[in-house]
């Protein structure tokens, strides 16, 4: 699996932590889009770490809550 479009799931704060481990063990998602999930700036911290270090080609965060501290990473 390369690309994981999970946009306007209602994944929330839950769904999105625990997607957290599942992008960091990936080897292969290059593509992700967890925008319109309730997401506030915890989980979204959590999961842009996840992503740190991989070869991403698109992230799509569209309505999540990066804040501050998100727009740095």
Do not use: F, Y
């Not at 799931?9 to 292969?28: C, F, M, Q, Y």
């Not at 770490?49 to 991989?54: F, P, R």
Request: charged share 15%; net charge negative; glycine share 14%.
């Amino acid at each position: 699996m390369h690309e994981l479009n999970l946009s306007a799931n209602h994944l929330g704060e839950e769904g999105a932590t625990a997607l957290g481990p599942v992008i960091r063990d990936s080897a292969s998602v290059t593509s992700i889009d967890v925008g319109w999930n309730s997401i506030g700036q915890a989980a979204s911290l959590e999961l842009l770490a996840a992503m740190k270090g991989k070869s991403m080609v698109s992230i799509g965060m569209a309505g999540c809550k990066l804040g501050v501290e998100g727009s740095k990473v």
